[in-house]
Structure formats: C-alpha cells, structure tokens
C-alpha cells in the first residue's frame, strides 16, 4: 500500500482482494473477501488459534486459500480504548494532535491512537471525532505477525468499530432512517455503537463477554468452566437470575446511553442488533430485550456476500456472527481503496 | 453509506506489496537500463581499444612503409621519365632514313647522261620541345644539282624527280621533288649540256 513510489496517494489504489483479521480472544479468525463491479464474494474463512501477546511474535502463516496482498486487520484486545470526542476543531484540520487525543481519550503515551472526523462542528460547536486507542506494544506485536511478505498490513481497526463497516453493508438500507444500537459482545470485552440515520453517535466498550457469564455461572452453581460453558449452550438450567445479575451493570450503562441519545438526538432506538460470540447463546438476546425493552435482532455479517460454494461449512456458518469484525475490516478496506 | 473507520496504523508502517517486488521493480526500472548502458559502454571500449591498437600497428606499419613507398614513387617517375626519353628516342630512331638505300636507289635511278655535281641531304627537326615521338621526327631535305648532257639532256632532267620518286627509299623519305632550275650550259663546247637543280618539299621524315 505503500504508493509513493508509484506516485499514488496511499488509499487511492484498488484492491480486488482483501483479507480480514480479527485478533480475537478466542481465535485469530481470518476470511477473504473479493470485490468486483462492486459485489463482495466471501472466497476464504477459517478460524486460527489465538495469538498471545505476552510471548515472541512469530510470523504469521495464513493458509494458501486466504492468501491476499494485503490485510487489513482487527484488534480485540480488552486495553483498546474507543470514544466519541467532541472538541473545537480548526476549520484546516481533520483530527486533533496525538497528544489531545491521548488526553481526551484518557490514555498514556504508549497507546497508539488515532482518530476520525464525523461531525465538524459550525461556528463555535464542537466537532465529533470517532477517536480510539491500543497499546503501543500489541501493535509492534501485529505488525511482526505480518513482517514481510503477503498480506501487508493495510489497516488495523478496534474490533468494537471494525465490525459497524459488516453491519452496514448487511443492514444499512434497513435502517438509513432509524436510530439504532449495534452491540458486537465477544469473550470478555463488548462494544456497543448507536447511529442515527447512519452516522455513528455514540460508541462505548464494557468489560463483558461470555468469559464473565461463565465466571458468574462458576460462582453461582459451583461448576467447572466447561460445564458452564455448557450451561450457556443448551440452556439445560434456568440461569436467568445470574444472568440478570450480571448483566444489570451493563444493561444500566445501555440504558443510559439509549436514554442520552434518545434525548440528545430527538429520535427513539428502535432496534438492538447484536452480533459475537455472546449472540449465539439462545438466553442472552431475550434477557438483553426484556431487560432495556427493545428489540434485539442477531444479524450475520455473512448477508449481502456472496459465497463461493463448498467454503463455509454448516459449523462455520452458525459461528459466522463471530466473523463481524474480520469481515468488517476487510469491507472498511475496500471502501477505502 | 460508509463507515468512519479508525486506521491505528501509520503511514510508515504501510508497505507495498504486490505480485512484482519493488525491489524486482526498482531492479527493471532503474538497474537494467544502468547495467544496459555499461554493458554497451563496455563494448564500446572494448571496440575503441581494438582500433586504438589496430591503428597504432597500422601507424607502425606506415611509418616503415613509407619511405619504400616514396623511393618506389621516385623510382616510377624516373622509370616513367626513361620511358618517355625511350619513346621519344624510338619516334627519333624510327624516322630516320636508311642513307644507304636512298643513295642505292637514287644511284640505280639516275640515267648515265646526268652527272651530279652535288648531292645534298639534310636532317632537321621541327620542334624545339620533345614531348612526343613525333616531335622526334627527322624532316629531311634534298637538294641535287648536275649536270645532263645529250640530245635528250633537257628531257631528262625535266625526268629526273619523277624518276627518283619512283624510287622506294625516295619516295618514302621525300613527298614531292620538282625540278628548281635548268639552265643551258655554257662554255663553247659542241654538246647540249644543261645545268639543273632538284630540290625536295620539306617533309617529316618516316622513312622505316
């Protein structure tokens, strides 16, 4: 991507193919899309092990089949920082200083942040920046996954946001007059994003995944990990009070927030799209839906791709939810390209 | 309807990469066109060393040739100059006249009643320059004068150039003879004797 040398502005090439990479909790999940006369062909998904941040990064090999030039890549990591920011910004400028952005983000100097306009501000407004934050050190982690050699790491995106580019290419027609909450929970961290009309309003991470449910179920019915994990799958034992216990934090800060941009906004959220590992436990949609009164929809970052046929295993397409922030990265790079 | 989206990565982290390396790029734009011109380079040296050396031998060469050259030149324009003195000495030698056979048949021509008192040949040439054969040409003149005697004295000395050019040797060396004078004798004697004289036009000589 590097384009100088062809004398190209850096995001001006076009790129046929693209690949994903979410660096989840779980799994290193990785999927390859293709982009042609404007139609998106999933030619390549696969699920890898989890990389560790605490040991040496070694290079990554991704299979043959989703082999791309170029990557564009999604961090999970619980200490990524994601904020709307509002702030006076100067009519020349398109974000702010890394230094205000480390304050306004609350972060020390070796976070790596970086920020996107969304709203300029008129006369004397504030204007809205979509601003994030990750560790300096799990970025050099990233980037010596992907030293040399294909894919070139062509972005790296929060997770929490990279998966809004999957949900708008799903879903956007649905809801290009609505204010809605997408909501991508995963292992042990979750991110919400309310948009109006399709613009993004609010954005917010919670420490809360199927890990902390677990937890809770471990606390409560005195199993072992794997039994609760179990436990969550199928259901087998009403767990609708830990559930309700655990999740009353995290439904009070949504409520909050729903509340806040219902009111600041001068509209009414009308739907709660949930997508991530959480999403495929049957109890926790109806749980989050009876407890902030909304309606909550999965959704699959799958829709409106195209797949090649024999890739996506029946397994693979129930966990497909999963992929929304690989797919979203690797969306958000064609659109930039 | 797009996105905003949060790229963390810096624009020094974003590299090419593509089917064709840059380095092989690089290589294909820049180095081929250098090692082109330094490997035409090098065959022109190669080529203006091989000439440098040939001329030089051939200066050598010349050098000790050219003096043989000179004396050769010199020996050819003297052996042109003989040449040309042995052709103008041919043209010389072809025109002169066989004496010896002009008097035999002027001697085997002239009657018995003619006496000559004086028989006269003389060569010259016409030129003062010699740059041909012919300008080597003899031109001979004749001059016979004598006596005839007898009742047909007159008659034959009126006779007598065209008796002589009926001579081959004197026809051959002379044009024309004409008879320049006669005139009776005097002296008180009884016979018709009659003095004459005869003379050639000139002519170039060519005899042979």
């Known amino acids: ?337 | 309807m797009s996105c905003p989206r949060v790229n963390l990565l810096k624009k020094s982290e974003l590299r090419y990469q593509g089917a064709v390396s840059r380095r092989f790029m690089l290589v294909g734009v820049v180095v081929t066109p250098i090692v082109a011109i330094a490997l035409l380079s090098s065959i022109k040296l190669v080529q203006y060393t091989t000439v440098k050396y040939e001329l030089k031998t051939s200066r050598e060469i010349w050098t000790e040739l050219e003096p043989r050259l000179e004396l050769y030149k010199n020996e050819n324009r003297g052996l042109v100059t003989n040449q040309q003195v042995m052709e103008l000495l041919d043209g010389w030698q072809n025109s002169q006249a066989s004496f010896v056979r002009l008097l035999t048949d002027i001697q085997d021509t002239v009657p018995e009643n003619i006496q000559f008192t004086r028989l006269s040949v003389r060569s010259a040439m016409d030129s003062s320059t010699y740059k041909s054969p012919e300008d080597m040409e003899l031109v001979y003149n004749l001059v016979v004068e004598g006596i005839s005697h007898g009742d047909q004295a007159e008659t034959e000395a009126i006779l007598l150039p065209r008796k002589l050019l009926a001579a081959e040797e004197v026809a051959a060396t002379f044009d024309t003879l004409k008879l320049a004078s006669m005139r009776k004798r005097g002296g008180g004697g009884s016979s018709n004797q009659r003095d004459f004289r005869v003379v050639s036009e000139i002519l170039k000589g060519g005899g042979q």
């Open chain 1, 1 to 337: 991507m590097d384009m100088k040398a062809l004398g190209k502005n850096r995001t001006q090439r076009k790129l046929g193919v693209l690949v994903g990479v979410d660096f989840a909790t779980t799994a290193t999940k990785v999927v390859q899309l293709k982009q042609s006369k404007g139609e998106l062909a999933l030619t390549g998904i696969d699920m890898l092990p989890a990389v560790d941040y605490s040991a040496t990064a070694n290079r990554m090999e991704l299979p043959r089949n989703l082999s791309s030039y170029y990557g564009c890549l999604a961090y999970s990591g619980a200490e990524s920082v994601v904020r709307m920011v509002h702030t006076p910004l100067p009519a020349e400028e398109a974000t702010l200083p890394e230094t205000e952005l480390r304050k306004l983000l609350n972060v020390t100097d070796d976070f790596r942040v970086s920020a996107q306009l969304i709203k300029r501000g008129k006369g004397r407004q504030d204007s809205s920046l979509l601003a994030a934050a990750i560790p300096q050190d799990d970025v050099r982690y990233i980037l010596n996954l992907f030293p040399a050699g294909p894919p070139a790491p062509a972005s790296l995106e929060v997770a929490g946001l990279a998966f809004v580019s999957a949900f708008m290419n799903a879903r956007a027609d649905e809801c290009a007059d609505d204010a809605i909450c997408l909501i991508d929970a995963g292992e042990s961290v979750s991110h919400y994003v309310f948009m109006n009309k399709g613009v993004v309003v609010l954005v917010g991470k919670m420490d809360f995944g199927v890990r902390t449910l677990r937890n809770k179920l471990v606390a409560d019915l005195g199993v072992d990990d794997e039994l609760a994990a179990s436990i969550l799958d199928d259901r087998s034992i009403n767990i609708s009070t830990s559930l309700a216990s655990v999740m009353a934090p995290i439904t009070k800060q949504l409520s909050i927030s729903k509340d806040f941009i219902e009111r600041h906004q001068g509209c009414r959220v009308s739907k709660v799209y949930v997508s991530g590992g959480m999403s495929l436990l049957p109890s926790w949609s109806d749980e989050l839906m009876n407890m902030i009164h909304t309606e909550v929809e999965p959704w699959s970052p799958l829709e409106n791709i195209a797949i090649a046929p024999d890739i996506v295993s029946v397994e693979m397409n129930q966990q497909a939810t999963r992929f929304a922030a690989a797919i979203g990265a690797a969306i958000g790079g064609f659109q930039d390209s």
